[in-house]
Structures are given as structure tokens and as C-alpha cells.
């Protein structure tokens, strides 16, 4: 009977969220770019381009998230 500390479930948890953490990338980029493009649309401002500066924002947030997520993958091992 198999255990909850079963290797071949570990590594399979490990690989799924190893290959989630580029959909979640691109998930909070492009709404931080389209926030952004949304911004510029509705509030011009001859200064500043709001979308460049919420899509360096959003890689931040998701440059984080994935930090975290490698920690916490790592933290179980």
C-alpha cells in the first residue's frame, strides 16, 4: 500500500508545479500589461506610459511568485 511519502508522488507534485510556474508568469504579466495599455486608453499622460511601467511591475509580482513557490518546492524536499 502506498504511503503519503511516496517518492514517485513527490516527484510528480514537484514536475506539476515546475511546469505551472510559466503559465502563472504569463498570466500576471499580461494582466498587468493590458491594466496598463488599459490605463494609457483612459488617463493619456505625455510623462509617463503607464503600461511599460505595470508590465515591469507584473514581472516583478510573477519574478516573486516564483521565487517563493521554488523555496517552498524546496522546503518540502
Same mark, same amino acid.
Given at each position: 500500500?502506498?504511503?503519503?511519502? $511516496?517518492? /514517485? /508522488? *513527490? *516527484?510528480y507534485?514537484? #514536475? %506539476?508545479? %515546475?511546469? *505551472? +510556474?510559466?503559465i502563472?508568469?504569463? +498570466?500576471? +504579466?499580461? %494582466?498587468? &500589461? =493590458?491594466?496598463?495599455? #488599459?490605463? $494609457?486608453?483612459?488617463?493619456?499622460?505625455?510623462?509617463?506610459? =503607464?503600461?511599460?511601467?505595470?508590465?515591469?511591475?507584473?514581472?516583478? %509580482? &510573477?519574478? =516573486?511568485?516564483? +521565487?517563493?513557490?521554488?523555496?517552498?518546492?524546496n /522546503? /518540502?524536499?
Amino acid at each position: 500500500m502506498p504511503t503519503n511519502n $511516496d517518492p /514517485k /508522488k *513527490n *516527484n510528480y507534485n514537484k #514536475w %506539476l508545479a %515546475l511546469i *505551472n +510556474i510559466p503559465i502563472q508568469m504569463g +498570466i500576471i +504579466i499580461y %494582466l498587468f &500589461a =493590458y491594466f496598463g495599455n #488599459w490605463l $494609457d486608453e483612459n488617463h493619456p499622460s505625455t510623462k509617463v506610459y =503607464y503600461v511599460k511601467v505595470m508590465v515591469m511591475v507584473g514581472v516583478v %509580482l &510573477a519574478l =516573486y511568485n516564483v +521565487i517563493r513557490q521554488v523555496n517552498e518546492i524546496n /522546503k /518540502k524536499q
